[in-house]
């Protein structure tokens, strides 16, 4: 067989399109990274320039990358920010909180409900270090982009208390460790695997200075 001519390109192959979007829902393993915006606010515990503001709205967020980890769609890419402050109202920094806890909760196997000191401990933070590189259940979303095409993005971390949970954990859903309703299954034991144990040092953490005090974000 010739190699194909160097100056004709009648014979290649076709570009693809690219990879189809995510069926919205699905439920995949993911890592998160954070891409540097250079934002600090000490004031706010804000270090090491992870956060991003905006020069449109002046909002502030963390821009974040989620590579799907395994299952058929493993090595797929997705991008999503998690909001920090906004001038509008306390809404969007809100729904950053929310989705943090919830993020911690299913990196670290804390059922939502737990409300016991070592569940606590589990979902503080020295600094967004930590968050950095953090491998979690999340659900799939779709949403346009600027040009109105559809594009995937993570808006929901899925906790200890949902079904889908132990299918990639290898451990059936836990129950609300309280015993009562709202959440999980109570039969399911409130331990089946051994909850977040905060380590001693973070690694990641440690590669960088600490967070002086403990920033209300982060509770």
Known sequence: MTNPAWNDFNDADAQQSGFDVIPKGTVVPVRMTLKPGGHDDPSQGWNGGYATQSFDTGAVYLACEFVVTGGPFAKRKMWSNIGLHSAKGPTWGQMGRSFIRGALNSARNVHPKDETPQASAAR?????????GMEFIARVDVEKDNKG?????VKVALEPDHPDYGKFKGVPPKGNPS????GGNSGAPAQATPVYQAPAQIPQAAQRAPVTGKPSWAQ
């Open 124 to 132: 503080r933070i020295e600094s967004f270090a930590d968050l950095d």
């Open 179 to 182: 015993g009562g309703s709202g």
């Open 149 to 153: 095409e559809d594009r995937n993005v």
